[in-house]
């Protein structure tokens, strides 16, 4: 990423304390994280992309490539593909369950 605006972080990444970059949900899952709670893998968009998106009515440079990243890195981690039709993390619309 080297000098760009981070927009994405993965829970454990986060605390308590970055309410206002990671808004109220984002803070307490990276929290109960943090305290050792058992939460599956996921990450969080700041709340300054959001808010440049609705400015902008586009996602602000970078971001798009940041939250591929940080997907792709809890597939490794999980053994699990987003969407995959074997073993998927999420379920997409209109795909069938098994």
Same mark, same amino acid.
């Given at each position: 990423?080297? /000098?760009?605006?981070?927009?994405?972080?993965?829970? #454990? #990444?986060? /605390? $308590?304390?970055?309410?206002? =970059?990671? &808004?109220?949900? %984002? $803070?307490?899952?990276? #929290?109960?994280?943090?305290? &050792?709670?058992?939460? *599956? +893998? &996921?990450?969080?968009?700041?709340?300054? $992309?959001?808010? !440049?998106?609705? @400015? /902008? !009515?586009?996602? +602000?440079? &970078?971001?798009? !490539?940041?939250?591929?990243? @940080?997907?792709?890195?809890? #597939?490794?981690?999980?053994? @699990? @593909?987003?969407?995959?039709?074997? /073993? *998927?993390?999420?379920? =997409?619309? %209109?795909?069938?369950? *098994?």
């Amino acid at each position: 990423m080297n /000098n760009q605006k981070k927009y994405v972080y993965l829970f #454990e #990444e986060g /605390n $308590a304390g970055m309410t206002c =970059l990671l &808004g109220g949900k %984002g $803070a307490g899952l990276a #929290e109960m994280i943090n305290i &050792g709670l058992n939460v *599956p +893998p &996921g990450f969080t968009i700041t709340t300054e $992309a959001c808010i !440049d998106f609705l @400015k /902008n !009515d586009h996602f +602000p440079e &970078g971001m798009w !490539d940041q939250t591929l990243e @940080k997907l792709h890195e809890i #597939e490794k981690r999980t053994g @699990k @593909k987003f969407g995959g039709s074997e /073993n *998927p993390y999420l379920y =997409l619309s %209109g795909q069938e369950h *098994p």
